[in-house]
């Protein structure tokens, strides 16, 4: 709904069932030779990596603000993992975003708090291991909760074949879409330069955040 508005609990239901979808104005193709298929999702997410795009995602309810963007893994982690995922949602940059009004602040503060009660909740909070646990916390759920914090979530739907020990690597040769082989060894290819860095693996639980 407009203005950060939403239906009450009890007239939700009746919403989604006469509102939504039921007014749309029919909106002509964009590209009417698209064909929705596995290949050219993969061969959008590529182009997505290789211009290195980035998404900035904002919630008005908790307040706060972080980035997406799409990464891919390097040869060495493929080699250790044949068959891996392609790619990687990398969570970054978080930061809050809190209201300049201070009701709409004190709320805001108020259900992101619930919201990390919620998400530590099994966690003992004398443990030594506390803030690692926290860590591991938000990366099972995908919860960022502190700027210093990252997270890599694995795209299922789009896995390296599995290949022989003799080629070492992927071999671009064997997909129907465009695969970040560029990344591997043996190429003359570079990505496009931009103003973003390059987002190579990096094992999640790289994090350093201070205790909180």
Known sequence: ????????????????RKEINHHLKPVPDSDPGFINSKSSHANHVYDLWQHRWKNDISSNRLGIRYNVRFAANSSNFIRKHPGAYIYRKHLLDFKFNLSSNPATKRKQETRFKRHCTRMFKNINPISRTMKEDKIAAGRRFRFLFHEA???????????????????LLPDPDDYTFKIPHHMLENSSITPIARSQPSTSYRPSGANTIPII
């Open 1 to 16: 709904m407009s203005l950060n508005r939403r239906a009450c609990g009890t007239h939700q239901f009746e919403f989604s």
């Open 149 to 167: 914090q990252h997270i890599y979530s694995p795209i299922h739907h789009l896995k390296f074949k599995r290949f022989s020990t003799e080629k």
